[in-house]
Every structure is written in C-alpha cells, then in structure tokens.
C-alpha cells in the first residue's frame, strides 16, 4: 500500500478547488500547456492561469521543458507530479465530489458504469477490504499508461450508510 503523509495547509488548500483537481487530471499522463488546459475546460486562459500556478507552487504540477508554439510564442507544458496521490487528507471534500459530477456530466451515459453495494462487516474485516481495495488501486495507478488504450476514470467512496444505523 502507498504510504501517505499528511497534506500542508497550502497543500489542501490548492486540492480545495474542483477546477484545481480537474487541471490536475488532464495533465496526470501528459503534459498541457495553460492554452490547452483552458481549451478542454472550456475556461478563459487568463483564469485558469491562476490555478495552474497554484498547483506548480504547491508541487502537483511541473513544468516541462519550454516550447515553442504555432506563432513562435513561448509554451510551458505542464504535468502532474502525482503528489496528491501520497497525501493523507480529508478523503472526501466538496471540491472532489464537484469534479467528479462535473466531469461525469460531460460522459455519455453509456460509457460510465455505476456499482453501489451495502456490507455489514465487522471492523477487522473491514480494514481488510479498505487494505485490499487501496492496494489493488495502487497495483493498477502502479501500471505503465499505454497511451493507445482508452483513457479512464474511477470515483470510489468508501461511507458508513445513514440509512443502516
């Protein structure tokens, strides 16, 4: 299992923004520029600007190497450094939660498959299934992108349920 840390205050807050958690999704396998970045968000670059520098002051993106673009006009690419991965917050926020609907709002209904289940287990065993899904998560975010296969996503909560006290 991933060994997590706790996140800084300036970490969390740069992981408290929807719009901050879906540039680090775009740019998790491949570098984007801001343009890019703002053109698949459908945002003005000047705004998304401010979040992309939020996210490189606060290490979950990187600068790649300078390019130039169609008009010579200096490009920095970006990509996630995959930090987010290794720290130990509040699993489930607001911010999280609003990037997942959003994104899922732009999925055709087709493409994304729903499983809910209820469990009744005793503590030992569910630290055991927490254990073993972590670790199968780890296995495959572990595994080489193979940038000719389609590309994915998964949105996991883990709640004790209200409605089965």
């Not at 595994?143 to 996991?156: C, E, G, Q, V």
């Amino acid at each position: 299992m991933t060994e997590r840390r706790p996140a800084t205050d300036a970490e969390a807050r740069a992981l408290a923004s929807s719009l901050r958690l879906r540039i680090l999704r775009i740019c998790v396998r491949q570098p984007h520029t801001n343009k890019e970045i703002a053109a698949i968000l459908g945002r003005d670059p000047a705004s998304v600007l401010h979040h992309t520098r939020t996210l490189v002051r606060t290490g979950f993106l990187e600068a790649q190497e300078e390019r130039r673009g169609a008009r010579g006009a200096r490009e920095i690419p970006y990509l996630a450094t995959h930090k987010s991965w290794h720290l130990d917050g509040p699993s489930l926020d607001k911010s999280m939660l609003d990037a997942f609907l959003e994104e899922l709002a732009l999925v055709p209904a087709t493409e994304a498959e729903g499983i809910r289940m209820a469990l009744r287990l005793p503590p030992p065993q569910m630290d055991e299934f927490r254990t073993r899904l972590k670790d199968l998560l780890d296995e495959f975010a572990a595994r080489p992108d193979d940038p000719a296969a389609p590309a994915w996503s998964l949105f996991m909560v883990v709640h004790s349920d209200p409605n089965r006290p």
